[in-house]
């Protein structure tokens, strides 16, 4: 492959915006070798609209629910969401619809400059896609369970899945659990034995109701226990963060995903909690499904007066209207405009990366090989919410 320059209307490395008229230098398979100031880079340039930057990265996404595309409509608070997320998948859909619709969703982010993943995986149904995909996976194997009477089968079920994802190759795979109003207390303590050292995640506070089953013991919940004939989980007289974070002891990396309705009390437990127990914890945000689900958005500002570490994920293609990095950053760029855009691109890029100890993405870095993506901006030079890999 020939050495391609490539410059734009600005050039963001993964923590900040570079000189104007930084030319970045691609080398061999994409392996960047120089940035250099335009008066240095010679000839051949070429000169793109928008901002480029490294691969982004989605750290919270749920690849083998993208048949459920345009099915569940949005709107309705996450308890209607999760009855009708149970009810789709016992339906009988087609194996080859899952699958296409799976490799199209893949393909989808690859084409927009998306290079690596925090997948959900309930199933081994996305494997063959993945290992053909040429992107970057950190499959999360979900653990769900409302009784400690199913706490073996269900770990046991799991098991499998995850031994199935390493059999396959896909050795960045751990066990996770799904959430707290889904997971007993003695199904985390298991989870934080099973994951010591490993990198998981946990749906955290996406409504209020998460909050108030913890708190009080009474909550929209009551339908989703009566559908699957289990008694209510709590109270305990604090936060759902407060609740579950204490079952985690073991130096995992914790990915808290959605923080709708996080507090800046829960934020600063947390980060104690981080630090007495040798933890690394990260807020990841998913605005565009918490519009869909519950339309409310995050306290994202909150977070960034706390020094929080925040990630940027598009859930799944049964809650958002696309699997997008792009359309996140400009609906936070939209709502917070008070915030530097420099923070969202780092979200999305290099705290990503650093997140899933993916040392040689996120960064624009003579020598590594993190994708060059292009933020597509209008002639005005505001985001468009769309985005696109170069191609080498």
């Known amino acids: 492959m020939e050495r391609q320059k490539f410059s734009a209307d600005l050039v963001f490395d993964g923590s900040r915006f570079l000189e104007k008229g930084t030319v970045v230098v691609v080398g061999g398979a994409g392996t960047i070798e ?93 494997i063959e896609t993945k290992r053909a995909s040429g992107l970057r996976w950190h499959n999360l194997v979900e653990v769900l369970n409302f009784t400690d009477e199913t706490l073996a089968p269900r770990m046991a079920h799991n098991q499998q899945v995850l031994d199935d994802h390493l059999a396959a190759g896909l050795t960045s795979s751990t066990l996770t659990p799904h959430a707290p109003y889904s997971v007993t207390a003695a199904t985390f303590d298991a989870i934080n034995k099973a994951t010591a050292g490993n ?61 709708t309705y996080t507090s800046p009390e829960d934020v600063a437990f947390a980060q104690a909690h981080a630090t007495r127990h040798g933890l690394r914890v990260h807020f990841c945000l998913c605005p565009n499904a918490n519009r869909y689900i519950e339309d409310s958005l995050p306290p994202a500002t909150m977070f960034l007066e706390k020094g929080a570490s925040l990630l940027l994920g598009t859930d799944s293609y049964s809650s958002n209207w696309q ?15 008070e915030v530097p855009l420099e923070i969202w691109l780092a979200a999305a890029t290099d705290n990503g990366a650093a997140a899933f100890d993916w040392t040689d993405l996120g960064r624009l870095e003579a020598g590594l090989r993190p994708g060059l993506t292009l933020l597509h901006t209008n002639e005005g030079g505001s985001i468009t919410g769309t985005s696109s890999r170069m191609d080498f």
């Open 323 to 337: 699997l997008s990095i792009a359309a996140e950053i400009k609906t936070l760029a939209d709502h917070f405009p």
């Open 34 to 126: 120089a940035l250099v100031p335009a008066a240095d880079a010679g000839g051949d340039v070429q000169h793109l609209q928008g901002i480029l930057l490294p691969g982004l990265i989605n750290a919270h996404c749920h690849l083998e629910l993208s048949h459920f595309k345009g099915i569940i409509p949005p709107g309705g608070g996450l308890v209607k969401f999760l009855l009708s997320v149970v009810g789709k998948r016992k339906e009988p859909w087609g194996e080859q619809l899952k699958r296409d619709q799976i490799a199209n969703a893949a393909a989808e982010m690859k084409a927009a400059g998306i290079v690596g993943i925090g997948d959900i995986c309930n199933t081994a149904d996305a």
């Open 199 to 259: 990198i998981i995640s946990v749906h955290n506070q996406e409504t209020p109701a998460e909050d108030a089953l913890f708190v009080t013991g009474k909550s929209d919940f009551d339908q989703l226990y009566a559908l699957t004939g289990t008694a209510p989980l709590g109270p305990a007289g604090r936060s759902s963060l407060q609740t579950w974070l204490p079952h985690f002891t073991e130096g995992q990396t914790i990915i808290l995903v959605h923080n």
